[in-house]
Nanobody, 120 residues
Framework: QVQLVESGGGLVQAGGSLRLSCVASGSIFTINDMGWYRQAPGKQRELVAEVTRGGSTNYTDSVKGRFTISRDNTKNTVYLQMNSLKPEDTAVYYC??????????????WGQGTQVTVSS
């Protein structure tokens, strides 16, 4: 069994910053991709950013230059540094990972979500 626990969400004014963290634990053999999705009210869930085990990154266009994704493989943790936040960044942010369990099963695991609210 694998668990992802997110932290770092909250309320911030436009132009401010937040840093999200997500720690994976449990029956993990190796973690491949890690990343963040978000879902705003009435909208579909969208990919925000992702990072491979080797450190290659991918961002949705709306956050390029403002958000930075990183990971610490020794801690099974992925981070999302969010700067210059805008009201349209308001959403529930979910971390995910594609990993290989100790039973050699390839699975995708999701966190419970953390709310980010940006006031204008």
């Amino acid at each position: 069994q694998v668990q992802l626990v997110e932290s770092g969400g909250g309320l911030v004014q436009a132009g401010g910053s937040l840093r999200l963290s997500c720690v994976a634990s449990g029956s993990i053999f190796t973690i491949n991709d890690m990343g963040w999705y978000r879902q705003a009210p009435g909208k579909q869930r969208e990919l925000v950013a992702e990072v491979t085990r080797g450190g290659s990154t991918n961002y949705t266009d709306s956050v390029k230059g403002r958000f930075t994704i990183s990971r610490d493989n020794t801690k099974n943790t992925v981070y999302l540094q969010m700067n210059s936040l805008k009201p349209e960044d308001t959403a529930v942010y979910y971390c995910y990972t594609n990993l290989l369990t100790t039973y050699l099963h390839r699975i995708q695991s999701w966190g419970q979500g953390t709310q980010v609210t940006v006031s204008s």
